[in-house]
């Protein structure tokens, strides 16, 4: 009995079997082009987080440098204290003044008072002395990284006037009466600064403060 040949010849596959393994090494070659893709998407995403901590890092240190901590909060009590201290010793000096005036002023006293423009020079020279007292000290505040604005606020003193004029048995004063912001009033037919209001705005990186404020003379 003769044996059957095979149809296949050593060496050579089936047709088949050769389509089977192509799709094999189509399949190897897909997940390695895969895997480079995912690779390369895997490093750009790490080189654009490492970019972001970087500059979240500058902002961050930006921020502590001249953040609340950087600047030290000024105290409002502290300057009412400076500019009690300066409207003081303006009233002071224009007491010096007036009692060298007070000849000259006489017959203004026995005419009924001081006039308003008496008032109104007073005031004038009151405000004149404090605000340059003020300008130093916004330079003050301006090295420490502050701004300071300091007005004289009339329609305080005037409700200050209206309410605490100072008065009563025994004393003869006149009416108390707020000239831009400072209170002045009629003591021995003389214009006294009694009193000044002033509006207080200071900012800086650690705060934002308005306040109002009222100083007397004594």
Known sequence: MSRRSSPFRPGVTDGRDSDVDYAS?????????RGQVVLVA???VAVAFLSMTLAYA???YDA???????????SIGGIEGDLAASFRAA????????DGDA???ADVGAAGGPRRLERGVTAERIRAAVLADVDRLAERHAAESRSLDVRFDDAAA????????PGGPGREFGPCRSVDGVVVQERAGEATPVAAAFRIRLV?????????VVVRAV
């Open 204 to 212: 800086s990186p650690a705060e934002s403060t308005t306040a109002t």
């Open 42 to 44: 895997a490093a750009v």
């Open 64 to 74: 502590d440098r001249t953040g609340a901590g950087a600047v030290e909060v000024a």
């Open 158 to 165: 005037t409700a200050w006037a209206d309410a605490n004029c």
């Open 91 to 98: 009233v002071r000096d224009e007491a010096g003044e007036a």
């Open 103 to 105: 000849e000259s002023d």
């Open 58 to 60: 500058q902002l961050g």
């Open 25 to 33: 090494d189509v399949d190897r070659g897909s997940d390695a082009d």
